[in-house]
């Protein structure tokens, strides 16, 4: 499916004695005008394919992200975001998997293999854990498109890496698309994206197509 992006905001402020101060200070013109951060960038999104969007803090990849899984929606997708994953308030190995066989498979592809976290609930988990129980959800839910904002952002590097390969790998096999985006470069090697979109600074965008061998 060819997407097509266009995303920009207008300048407009509201300007209260502070905003002017800090306009006057700082030279900064508050005059109206459009500020774009994506214009008319074609992106091709087909089933199966792995998204990779990188780029420094506030570049635009959660509104490309937000945009994409938007498009591929109205295109008839099942999309499962990750942000939308409701938790329970009961043991993580209650409410997943239709048997605790599966709950543990589910849970250590997503990266959680601490017998002492299967059993505790969400609020009493750390953040890298819960992001890594929302990615399991996600990998059960059957839905054919795959989002994850902020993805594997919280974790130490190496666990990324680990979350990074299995997801992927779980996409693969079950034939989803997966779009994930975070300001870390360093997966590249564990996603084996088949496309990678780095956002630069104003409109700039590299976009770089792999064609992987399968494995
Ligand atoms: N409603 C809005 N009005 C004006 N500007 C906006 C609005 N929403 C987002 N922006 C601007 O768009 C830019 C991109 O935002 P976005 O959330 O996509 O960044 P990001 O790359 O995901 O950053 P981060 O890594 O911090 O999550 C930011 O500079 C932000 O200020
Ligand atoms: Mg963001």
């Known amino acids: 499916m060819l997407l097509r992006v266009n995303k920009s905001f207008d300048t407009r402020v509201e300007k209260s004695s502070r905003v002017l101060e800090v306009a006057e ?6 005059s109206d005008k459009r500020f774009v951060i994506y214009e008319d960038l074609e992106i091709e999104v087909n089933d199966g394919d792995i998204l990779y969007i990188t780029g420094q803090s ?6 490309l992200l937000r945009d994409v899984a938007q498009q591929l929606r109205e295109g008839g997708k099942n999309v499962i975001s990750i942000d939308e994953v409701p938790l329970l308030d009961v043991p993580l190995v209650d409410q997943i998997g239709s048997d605790t066989r599966e709950a543990l498979e589910l849970m250590s592809q997503a990266g959680l293999n601490d017998a002492y976290v299967w ?4 609020s009493e988990l750390s953040d890298g854990q819960r992001y890594r129980f929302r990615l399991a959800k996600v990998l059960e839910s059957g839905a054919n498109v795959w989002v994850a904002d902020e993805f594997a952002a919280v974790l130490d590097r190496e666990t990324a890496k680990i979350v990074a390969f299995n997801i992927s790998k779980a996409a693969r096999t079950r034939g989803a698309t997966l779009v994930v985006a975070t300001t870390h470069t360093d997966l590249t090697k564990y996603l084996g994206p088949t496309l990678t979109v780095e956002k630069l600074y104003g409109e700039r965008v590299d976009l770089t197509k792999y064609e992987w061998l399968p494995a």
């Open 119 to 122: 059993v505790r609930k969400p």
């Open 25 to 30: 200070s700082f030279g900064l013109g508050l």
């Open 58 to 63: 506030g570049s635009g990849k959660s509104l």
